[in-house]
């Protein structure tokens, strides 16, 4: 598995991979950008020119009105998601000459437009066209193209049907179609697989935003990464880490990379670590509606995680009898090492995929029933019930928010 073209070509560009330099707002005035990704300290503008993006053969690149047909002038109701970037919705085109076609006839692409007003939008733009056209693994949306034409900035991708892990876990209605274990599972080993891949010393890059929107799932659940905007270049040489501008969401980020700006892959780690958390549990990992002292999952969760006996209070009450108790807690001991504080004693990605792949085969080989944690709490409260109640039961998405340093 490896790069689609012969080579990686590095970007020219100092907006792709030259900040360097630690800028990391302490005043707490950081500004906060269309985008929802944070940015401190002064940027310089944005580039404009196509001569930034990286050859890639392989991507096509659409005009502005080809995308506007192929999305129907990008109509509301095609909407697929939303994110700090901007908008992205669904659209058809043909498979050979990439011209728009009919709703229901050609590949069917998800297309993504920048919000205009976006203030980091350009970089973000440029670096999912750099990093993402140029990989090709099983573990990564495939990009098929972008747009670049006046103020535009639109990408053009594989469509993912079953769109993301966040919807599966914490919309309203899936309440009725939890994702059972094992397709966490699989969800949890393809993620760590696609990560895997960027951490491999063939690629060095440091994904910096793994959250469950950013995990797209295609017809068999198979997770693929997309939203490669804040994608890094690792350290390179006998250097431990990469200094930037302290960007991502908060509940995933490291807290040495939130004290520092220090990036290492470790700090993909740690967004791993919470977001396994996440599958397990199936709470999110910000979520002001619980009750004080639950806000915070890592906070939360984290005493209970090392105890066998204890384990059954943090794991998902939906998920009772799908899993043997040891095979809860290995998967909750294997989350609470990717949360340590000291990234020395995290594991790697490559150890995380053996471990899970690991976790996959006892489960389905041990007789789940009689080791299963008993049920000891009361069953938690649907959307349904909260409707019934008056409780606010959607609960806030926990798009990229400002991430302030100490
Ligand atoms: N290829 C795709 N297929 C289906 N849905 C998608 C696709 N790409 C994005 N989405 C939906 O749009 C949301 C936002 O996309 P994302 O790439 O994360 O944007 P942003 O960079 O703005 O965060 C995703 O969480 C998902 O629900
Ligand atoms: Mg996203």
Not at 120 to 149: M, T
Not at 271 to 284: A, D, K
Request: proline share 6%.
């Amino acid at each position: 598995m490896g790069i689609c073209l012969s080579a990686r070509i590095k970007a020219e560009s100092p907006y792709h991979t030259g900040l360097t330099s630690k800028n990391v707002s302490t005043d707490g005035n950081s500004l906060k950008s269309s985008s929802g990704k944070v940015s401190s300290g002064s940027v310089p503008p944005p580039p404009r020119s196509e001569g930034e993006i990286l050859q890639s053969p392989n991507l096509k690149s659409f005009s502005f009105s080809d995308l506007k047909m192929a999305t129907r002038n990008f109509r509301p109701d095609s909407v697929l998601g939303e994110g700090g970037f901007g908008s992205v919705f669904k659209g058809w085109i043909d498979e050979n000459s990439f011209a728009a076609t009919k709703p229901g006839t050609g590949v069917v692409i998800a297309v993504k437009r920048l919000n205009l007003e976006s203030f980091q939008g350009h970089r973000e733009w440029l670096a999912e066209v750099n990093y993402l056209g140029q990989f090709c693994h099983p573990h990564l949306v495939k990009l098929i193209g972008y747009c670049l034409e006046d103020e535009h900035r639109l990408l053009v991708y594989e469509f993912m049907p079953r769109g993301s892990l966040e919807n599966h876990l914490f919309r309203r209605g899936s309440y009725f179609q939890p994702l059972s274990w094992n397709l966490r599972l699989r969800v949890a080993v393809g993620a760590a697989k696609g990560l895997a891949f960027l951490h491999s010393a063939e690629n060095k890059v440091i994904y910096r935003d793994f959250k469950t929107s950013n995990i797209l799932l295609d017809s068999s659940y198979n997770a693929k990464l997309s939203d490669f905007g804040l994608a890094k270049d690792g350290p390179t040489g006998d250097k431990s880490h990469v200094s930037t501008r302290v960007m991502g969401t908060y509940g995933y980020a490291a807290p040495e990379y939130l004290a520092t700006g220090h990036l290492t892959s470790k700090s993909d780690v740690y967004s791993f670590g919470v977001v396994l958390l996440e599958m397990l549990s199936g709470r999110r990992a910000i979520d002001k509606n619980r009750p004080t002292g639950e806000h915070n999952l890592v906070e939360w969760a984290k005493p209970y995680l090392t105890n066998k006996r204890k384990i059954f209070r943090i794991l998902d009450n939906r998920l009772e009898g799908q899993y043997s108790l040891d095979v809860g807690y290995k998967a909750a001991n294997l989350a609470f090492r990717c949360i340590s504080m000291d990234p020395r004693f995290r594991p790697t990605m490559n150890e995380i995929v053996k471990e899970l792949e690991h976790i996959q085969d006892s489960n389905s080989k041990e007789k789940i029933g009689n080791n299963a944690p008993a049920r000891s709490r009361p069953r938690r409260l649907s959307a349904d019930d909260a409707r019934k109640r008056n409780i606010p039961a959607a609960y806030p998405r926990p798009s990229a928010s400002p991430l302030f340093s100490k």
